[in-house]
């Protein structure tokens, strides 16, 4: 992001950005059933026709909307954002054989991808957005991954652990921000899984530049910034172009003209990185498969919702028990 004017804030209206924010995020939920986070929401604001209230790509403006939508969130005048930095967990409790069975039958399932001709992988780079993946693609049973940055030597034994069990033939479709880090993250993934996925089977599905506005693009870091990625800056600008051919921006006399850029995941509105999997799933997706095992699993389900109706007059016992003894 660039540096912002001195004073721009102060001279414009924030009210209007922040009631499009609202309804971006309730629109995106009622659409895809995912929440975004702030990030989605500053790239958001920068498209049209919401890029006509005047939301800038700097520092200082996603930072007021930062704190904004933080002070409209905790007064109830905004909605959810997604958020994977808080994790909490609690032991699930039940009171009867009966609820059990029930709860059982509710999330019982089989292995849906029997009968698949393909293991697919659906793996992303940011934690953060593996509830997106998670909320529309759960159902078919595949592996979904959130790597984090560089994959990890744990995944990669996994991968191919799981991969000579199973015998399929494994397939790996992904999505990574679109900077530097974001496509060598990914090229050392395909390295060292190269044994496992073979060459036609492996799908980056985003970011790729025409996914991306220029306004959505951002300076990169340099290797004076960060020494470590002065090849792979280099790589990136000779593939992709500098930050001037991205952005459509003049440079200033005398600025570097090879200036790396990024543009974040978090960038691409969620229908279409939905999408974008979507397409790649379809390439090796048995629907009449996967058909027949939603209702195998359907069939044991309500085979355990018979089964826990038979605890009833039990359950109900115990509970004039526990009455009487209160008695």
Avoid at 184 to 209: C, G, K, M, Q, Y
Wanted: aromatic share 10%; proline share 5%.
């Amino acid at each position: 992001m660039t540096k912002p004017r001195p004073g721009a804030k102060a001279r414009r209206d924030w009210g209007p950005m922040i009631e499009a924010a609202k309804r971006i995020v309730n629109s995106t939920f009622a659409l895809e059933g995912v929440l975004l986070t702030v990030r989605g929401i500053h790239y958001a604001l920068l498209k049209p026709p919401h890029n006509k209230l005047g939301y800038q790509n700097t520092r200082g403006d996603y930072g007021y909307l930062s704190r904004l939508t933080a002070e409209a969130r905790r007064e109830g005048r905004f909605p959810d954002l997604l958020d994977r930095r808080t994790i909490y967990r609690q032991l699930a409790a039940g009171t009867t054989a009966r609820a059990a069975l029930t709860d059982l039958a509710d999330e019982f399932t089989v292995d849906r991808t029997d009968g698949q001709h393909y293991r697919i992988y659906l793996v992303i780079e940011k934690a953060t957005l593996i509830d997106w993946l998670w909320t529309w693609f759960h159902g078919l049973g595949v592996p979904i991954v959130a790597i984090g940055g560089y994959a990890s030597q744990t995944f990669e034994a996994r991968v191919a652990r799981e991969c000579e069990e199973d015998r399929r033939t494994p397939v790996l479709i992904g999505a990574t921000d679109l900077d530097s880090h974001g496509i060598a993250i990914w090229e050392d993934l395909v390295r060292r899984t190269s044994e496992v996925f073979a060459p036609e089977n492996v799908h980056r599905v985003a970011l790729w530049p025409a996914q991306i506005i220029p306004a959505w693009v951002n300076r990169g870091k340099t290797s004076e910034d960060d020494p470590h990625s002065k090849n792979i800056n280099a790589e990136f600008v000779d593939r992709f172009g500098s930050y001037w051919e991205a952005s459509g921006k003049t440079p200033p006399p005398g600025d570097r003209l090879d200036l790396p850029w990024q543009v974040e995941l978090d960038a691409i509105a969620p229908a279409d990185l939905r999408t974008a999997f979507q397409d790649a799933i379809d390439l090796y997706w048995d629907d009449d498969a996967h058909e027949d095992a939603v209702a195998r699993e359907e069939a044991i389900c309500d085979r355990l919702r018979t089964v826990a109706e038979e605890f009833e007059d039990e359950d109900d016992e115990d509970e004039e028990d526990d009455d009487e003894d209160d008695d």
